[in-house]
């Protein structure tokens, strides 16, 4: 699929050695709309290693001489990253991505597909303009290393530990039942949810935390992981929280949250930050440990 793009610009497939390179431009971008990037090398690697996953169909680069200046990159069926570096934005770059992410959704046979940028940056009107509709508002949450965490003690008879290698499944099985009670997507497969986890670089035992009742049954699950800041200072990101449903409202998600953050804190961590959106209506429950909100996002999407 060609792209229309400025007089001197090339584009190609992208391979895994443009890693760094499209993070330097993600994290350009971010620095303008938000003022800092929490993105890392690890999570653009892990998000391409997924078995499921073709690199070389699955993005393009623009290239200014041997300069990466924008990607794309169709990660699900429905769901597309970009990026264009401040300096090169307004030059129609976006509006030729929006048009290969479209194209290459629709042949893959998806009726709808849609990107998340920071409200009012340049990628969110332009993706207004271009007719994406805004489908529902996420938040970036940060508990600041000045809070104190309190302790948030587990009912009597639950415990919370490390996952094992053998806990590996069900834990996927909870997080994964959890998440698709709101989220509109299909089953992500055991391979590639532990690509993003345990074959996530880096990955120690303690990024996977498990809760338990006395009988030994699963009651919830936590991933949490470090990433390095701009000053080289670790934060910590809780990418999946979820409490088993019929154990809700029992206090067990704000004590995870807290042993999430006190074992951040513990391997050096200054920051500790999630994400999460009006769909699983969990924001009072972060801001009621103490957290605050630091960003705002549209999920914007366009039918084919």
């Given amino acids: 699929m060609d792209l229309d793009l400025p007089a001197g610009l090339t584009h190609r497939p992208l391979t895994l050695a443009d890693a760094p390179a499209v993070l330097a431009a993600i994290a350009a971008e971010e620095v303008v709309d938000l003022g800092e990037s929490t993105m890392t090398l690890e999570d653009v690697?892990?998000?391409?290693?997924?078995?499921?996953y073709d690199i070389a169909t699955s993005t393009v680069g623009v290239f200014d001489g041997d300069q990466l200046v924008a990607y794309a990159d169709l990660s699900a069926p429905s769901v597309a990253y970009t990026a264009v570096l401040p300096d090169h934005q307004g030059r129609g770059i976006g509006t030729a991505l929006a048009g290969w992410v479209q194209d290459r959704a629709r042949a893959g046979g998806s009726d709808r597909?849609?990107?998340?940028?920071?409200?009012?940056?340049?990628?969110?009107?332009?993706?207004?303009?271009?007719?994406?509709?805004?489908?529902?508002?996420?938040?970036?949450?940060?508990?600041?290393?000045?809070?104190?965490?309190?302790?948030?003690?587990?009912?009597?008879?639950?415990?919370?530990?490390?996952?094992?290698?053998?806990?590996?499944?069900?834990?996927?099985?909870?997080?994964?039942?959890?998440?698709?009670?709101?989220?509109?997507?299909?089953?992500?497969?055991?391979?590639?949810?532990?690509?993003?986890?345990?074959g996530r670089t880096g990955y120690e035992p303690w990024n996977l935390r498990l809760v338990r009742d006395a009988r030994g049954e699963l009651l919830g699950a936590t991933h949490v992981h470090l990433a390095g800041g701009d000053d080289g200072t670790p934060s910590a990101y809780v990418a999946k929280i979820a409490v088993r449903p019929d154990q809700r409202g029992r206090g067990?998600?704000?004590?995870?949250?807290?042993?999430?953050?006190?074992?951040?804190?513990?391997h050096?961590?200054?920051?500790?930050?999630?994400?999460?959106?009006?769909?699983?209506?969990a924001r009072g429950l972060y801001e009621r440990v103490g957290m605050v909100v630091t960003s705002t996002w549209v999920n914007r999407s366009i039918r084919l």
């Fill in 252 to 266: 067990l998600a704000p004590a995870m949250l807290v042993d999430a953050f006190a074992l951040a804190r513990a």
């Fill in 113 to 198: 597909v849609g990107s998340q940028m920071p409200e009012g940056s340049a990628a969110d009107r332009l993706m207004r303009d271009l007719g994406y509709e805004a489908l529902w508002t996420a938040w970036d949450l940060e508990l600041p290393p000045e809070r104190e965490i309190v302790a948030r003690p587990l009912p009597d008879g639950v415990t919370v530990s490390d996952a094992s290698p053998s806990d590996r499944e069900a834990a996927w099985t909870l997080l994964e039942d959890a998440f698709l009670e709101w989220s509109d997507r299909d089953r992500v497969s055991l391979d590639d949810f532990g690509a993003r986890i345990w």
């Fill in 268 to 281: 050096g961590a200054t920051r500790s930050y999630l994400s999460t959106d009006t769909r699983a209506g």
């Fill in 45 to 52: 690697e892990s998000d391409w290693l997924r078995p499921s």
